[in-house]
């Protein structure tokens, strides 16, 4: 995964003009997902790592072609307890399920505030991400196992992204700090179970 992000941003930064009309930049930023669905309205949510770049294309004065690639790492988690005896007892367990994805945002954004070397823009799409790891981690009385979920799970996940940033200057740089929302449309498992992703990321980068 490194090789492939170093890949991309040397290729963008060789590839295109950095002007007025055209800026790469890189962003990093943490997701806080869940899992919405069939057996999992007791979930809560899993904090993962957000990366990726990201495209800004003028098209006139308050109106950009956002595109993000990113590597996004989602899923959720469980807490509760199981009876061990007739008597009553019980002990806690976890169990964490974690989707990791390569994800495509196509996003168009309109600039809705500007001030003195301050931009807040909204922006609105659709996301298209590739599973590149899918396990459950059970954290169980009896012991710790990890069940492997890739060759179950749907490799394609499609969604609906709304998404806002905050532009400014700091130290002469370009800079952004956002926050995302995705709502998947898409099952996640192959079988006849629906659950698919949700959540929220917050990330801050640099325009180069």
Do not use: C
């Given at each position: 995964?490194?090789?492939i ?11 295109f ?22 057996f ?6 899993k904090?993962?790592?957000?990366l ?38 019980s ?7 974690s ?7 196509i996003?168009?954004?309109n600039?809705i ?29 009896a012991?710790?196992e ?5 060759n ?14 905050l532009?400014?200057t700091l130290f ?6 956002g ?15 629906n ?5 929220f ?8």
């Amino acid at each position: 995964m490194t090789k492939i992000f170093t890949l991309l941003i040397i290729t963008s930064s060789l590839s295109f003009p950095q002007n007025a009309d055209f800026r790469i930049g890189l962003f990093t930023g943490l997701n806080f997902s869940d899992i919405s669905g069939d057996f999992h309205s007791d979930t809560s949510i899993k904090t993962g790592l957000l990366l990726g770049i990201q495209a800004r294309v003028n098209l006139n004065n308050s109106i950009f072609f956002t595109p993000h690639l990113s590597y996004s790492m989602k899923g959720s988690t469980n807490n509760g307890y199981i009876w061990t005896d007739d008597a009553g007892y019980s002990k806690s367990y976890k169990t964490i399920e974690s989707y990791d994805y390569l994800t495509l945002d196509i996003l168009f954004s309109n600039d809705i505030l500007k001030m003195e070397n301050i931009v807040v823009d909204l922006s609105g799409g659709v996301s298209t991400s590739y599973l590149l790891n899918a396990e459950w981690d059970l954290d169980l009385p009896a012991g710790r196992e990890k069940l492997d979920l890739i060759n179950s799970s749907n490799r394609y996940d499609f969604g609906i992204v709304l998404d806002s940033k905050l532009h400014f200057t700091l130290f002469n740089k370009n800079v952004f700090s956002g926050i995302r929302y995705e709502s998947g449309l898409t099952k996640i498992p192959e079988i006849s179970i629906n659950f698919k992703n949700r959540g929220f990321s917050i990330y801050s980068g640099l325009l180069l």
